[in-house]
């Protein structure tokens, strides 16, 4: 049975562009005096894409509604609800159970992670809890237990990662932090590392072409992080994370709340120094790293107004390469400097019902130095982003419009020095005999429209379009999009999507960690932006087997590309950047399979299955015969990937104890006379965490890579690091051992 309360308001902003949020608690209502928090209860505003799960605590916060008035729902399996009120501002729900157990709404939300039915979009969302159940360090650290992203090292020398998602690199996805531009340009190789895991407070997967409203990128998807709110109930945090290996890092998160101004402060430390070279070829299998992380953010709230600022500060140094002492000598230094400041600010106009404005703004100065032996890569990033958007309907019973403008501004300054760089029909763009320069700016302005029409909680159609305009081409770019969800039961939802996006490439600044070789460099001419159309199927199903949740969740997509920026590895010697058209085949595409399962086994046990097989393909000069092009799979992109997660709880919820096995196929090796095989061999990664919580303490203690597999010779000619086929960049398995890490986290609540 579902229950609902009606709440008025003048009217309400966009979930996707402002946070002005309804705050409250769902509580099983023992007796009058005794109260149990309900976790993982499903709270959503009805006919709309806007959801949430309560916590740990039974807390949960939601955007405002997109109509005025809306419907809130509350819905939890064997429950429904028996009384509401309001304290302090706060909805209270009451929960009583539900003998009549096939009349329950059932949303299939899980307690750490969830796959809606509600949205139109495909969205998986990982929320704290879930992010604690591994050593979340970082957004690069954040998806252990999810089968959608897949995790990997860029190189064997400066410990960064990077993702994959939908069987393309992270660069396809669109990465943002509430919504705003998160990684972009010369975050791009770093940026993961630059989110501590303390930070977030929930992580939004949306597979498939995302909203218009966000932006003209987003080709497989879009990562969204929410933060902590300043009215989240926990107003001092403090994590401390250490590993036998020597790494340390500190997290503290205040809170302050003083009438219509609430603040959160975010600080995070991170440092090693340790001399760590386990397969003795006198290279750090880990960088030293030193980072200071802080983030301030200030929310104001009134009546008629809403408003949120951002100021974050980033220093981080990681220094790698040669031990100490060590025959040769390879040094590798990476220095990142990075502030930003950003707001989010909504009106509301309650003369005009259902109507609303919002501003969002970003401006970032982002410096980085990076050296890898010989080669010194500088490079200077300022942005700015400007997004407004404006929301109305025709019919509030059955429709939503967004509408607005968006203008990009970037100025790029990058050169990197001391390269032997080929000449032969290759022009960059500035170039001399040790020198490659580039001084770009980028300008996009653009305008969209986003149309949402609900019929009887059966059908969902959201269409969007964008048009954008390039200064740099002299091209106006369209952007349609199109997401459709049927509904038969409201357990079980179908989406087809579809749409094209458009990305300004950074070559150098996507691809560092391909420093890390001596080959040298080909860049052609007048590199165009990227555009693709991604299409895609879902199929989610929410059960309830023996009294027990469970959810059924099945994907393919399609990502074609009218013209990729090919990065060619396949010659030993050259890494190469060119565009797709350039070459007389024009083909790239990857398709990706996609099977998830969850179930409760039972109160204290969890069952997390997935399998995912990608098949990803584009076509690659040959520079021996440069008419010669083959169609050859996307290099170290494993084609299969299987995950088993399980969770136990004991019975008074103070022990957790968490497993996972992530199954990682085989992955096509790039061409090089000192490889023997063609491709990879498929490898296994256990980890474990075990945590105890007394009181306000949490005590965790886990282990990663438990069955140590590395990736034999990471460094090919690492006692030669001036050799022509030196490379530290071909990168398949882990590069580091068995980790065990420990750490405790002290959270104070209202």
């Known amino acids: 049975m579902r229950n609902t309360i009606l709440l008025f308001f003048f009217t309400s902003l966009s979930y996707i562009l402002f946070s002005q949020n309804i705050e409250g608690r769902v509580l099983e209502k023992i007796s009058e005096i005794k109260q149990i928090p309900i976790i993982g209860a499903n709270v959503y505003w009805e006919n709309t894409t806007i959801g949430t799960v309560t916590d740990e605590n039974g807390f949960y916060s939601i955007q405002e509604p ?3 008035p809306a419907n809130l729902l509350v819905s939890f399996i064997g429950y429904e609800v028996s009384a509401t009120e309001i304290i302090d501002d706060k909805y209270i729900f009451y929960l009583s159970p539900n003998i009549e157990l096939k009349e329950v709404d059932v949303k ?4 750490s992670s969830n796959i809606s039915t509600i949205s139109s979009l495909n969205t998986e969302t990982l929320t704290n809890e879930e992010l604690e159940k591994a050593a979340c360090c970082n957004l690069s650290e954040s998806f252990e237990t999810n089968a959608t992203v897949d995790i990997s090292y860029s190189d064997a020398i400066s410990g960064a990662k990077k993702i994959k998602m939908l069987g393309l690199d ?6 943002t932090q509430e919504n705003m531009p998160l990684i972009r340009g010369l975050s791009s190789s770093f940026g993961l590392s630059f989110t501590p895991g303390p930070y977030i407070e929930s992580i939004q997967i949306i597979k498939g072409t995302g909203s218009v ?18 009215n989240s109930p926990e107003h001092l945090y403090y994590n401390f994370f250490g590993t036998a290996k020597g790494k340390l890092e500190n997290n503290l998160r205040l809170t302050k709340r003083n009438g219509k101004w609430k603040s959160n402060l975010f600080v995070h430390q991170s440092y090693h120094d340790i001399e760590i070279d386990e397969n003795n070829d006198d290279f750090l299998d880990m960088p030293h790293l030193n980072q200071i992380n802080l983030l301030n953010r200030w929310k104001y709230e009134s009546n008629d107004i809403g408003a949120q600022f951002f100021i974050r500060g980033i220093y981080e140094n990681r220094e790698g390469g040669t031990i100490e002492n060590a025959p040769i000598n390879y040094d590798v230094e990476i220095e990142n400097k990075l502030i930003e400041f950003s707001s989010k600010t909504g009106i509301r106009m309650p003369e005009k019902e259902g109507k609303s404005i919002g501003l969002q703004t970003s401006f970032r100065l982002h410096e980085m130095d990076a050296q890898y032996g010989d080669k010194l890569f500088e490079g200077v990033q300022k942005s700015m982003y400007l997004n407004l958007v404006g929301q109305t309907y025709f019919n509030k019973e059955t429709d939503n419009l967004f509408y607005g403008a968006s203008f990009y501004a970037d100025q790029f300054s990058n050169s990197l020095d001391k390269l032997n760089l080929s000449t032969a029909d290759i022009i960059p763009l500035w170039y001399s005999a040790n020198l490659f320069e580039e001084n770009r700016q980028d300008i996009i302005p653009g305008i969209f429209s986003e149309y949402t029409f609900y019929w009887d909680n059966i059908i969902t159609l959201t269409t969007g379009f964008r048009a954008d305009y390039y200064n740099i081409t002299e091209n106006l770019y369209g952007i349609p999009r199109l997401n459709i969800k049927y509904n038969p039961t409201e357990s079980t939802a179908f989406r087809l999507s579809g749409g094209r996006s458009l990305r300004v490439s950074n070559f150098l600044a996507d691809n560092i960690s391909l420093l890390a070789s001596n080959r040298e460099i080909s860049i052609s001419a007048n590199i165009l932006p990227e555009i693709a ?4 199927f879902n199929f989610t199903h929410c059960f309830y087997l023996n009294e027990r949740e469970g959810t ?5 997509y399609r990502t074609i590309f009218e013209n990729h920026v090919v990065v060619n590895l396949e010659d030993e010697r050259i890494l190469s950047f060119s565009n797709l058209t350039d070459f007389g085949q024009n083909i790239s595409f990857s398709n990706a399979i996609q099977f998830d399962f969850s179930y409760s086994l039972s109160d204290r046990f969890d069952l997390k299955l997935a399998y995912k097989l990608n098949d990803a393909k584009t076509t690659y000069p040959d520079y021996n015969m440069w008419d010669y092009t083959e169609l050859k799979e996307i290099p170290l992109l494993p084609k299969q990937r299987g995950l088993f997660n399980l969770t136990f709880s004991n019975l008074d919820e103070n022990w957790l104890f968490d497993a996972t096995l992530n199954y990682i196929g085989k992955s096509r090796i790039p061409s090089h006379q000192e490889i023997s095989k063609e491709y ?3 490898f296994s990664l256990i980890n474990c965490q075990i945590t105890n919580k007394i009181n306000k303490f949490d005590f965790y203690l886990g282990v990663e890579n438990l069955l140590e597999y590395k990736q034999e010779n990471p460094i090919i000619g690492y006692n030669n690091s001036e050799s022509d086929l030196f490379d530290a960049s071909l990168i398949w398995a882990p590069t580091m051992g068995r980790r065990v890490y420990f750490g405790i986290r002290y959270k104070l609540s209202d």
Not at 108 to 111: H, M, Q, S, T, V
Not at 170 to 175: F, H, K, M, N, R
Not at 533 to 536: A, F, I, L, P, V
């Open 66 to 68: 997109p109509t005025d």
């Open 108 to 111: 299939g939300e899980k307690k």
């Open 170 to 175: 992270g660069i396809y996805t669109q990465i």
């Open 213 to 230: 409203i966000n932006g003209f990128e987003s080709f497989t998807g879009q990562i969204n992080l929410e933060y902590f709110k300043p």
């Open 533 to 536: 159309w991604n299409y895609g």
């Open 552 to 556: 059924l969740n099945v994907d393919f």
């Open 680 to 682: 990879s061999d498929p």
